[in-house]
């Protein structure tokens, strides 16, 4: 699987910061085509300290070709303008392929 993977910082405001993600933010992502599901990690405790992660997405696409096509859409193109807009300072995007080692 090919995927789009978005981590982000611990905002000042969490409360907006999930209002904003959960109610405009994600409803945008679904609307990429090829989107075979949508993975968000809610960052809770680090080993030592306070985490500097608050969240940690994952956009899953099947396969190569549509993980391209995908990062080509009007679509991508406005989830990721949206995403600089409200957490710009607080995100860091990164692209990439899934290797699973079964046990």
Known sequence: MYK???TYKVPK?????TKHYEEVHTPLVKKVPG???????KVFAAPMG????????EVVF???ETFKAAMKSPENM????????FAG???SVHFAKEEVTQL
């Open 35 to 41: 989107v075979k599901e949508i993975r968000v990690n």
């Open 13 to 17: 405001d969490i409360e907006a910061f």
């Open 62 to 64: 099947a396969d190569e």
């Open 50 to 57: 306070k985490p500097t992660l608050h969240l940690v997405a």
């Open 78 to 85: 406005a989830s990721g303008k949206d995403a600089m807009t």
């Open 4 to 6: 789009l993977i978005a």
């Open 89 to 91: 300072d607080l995100v």
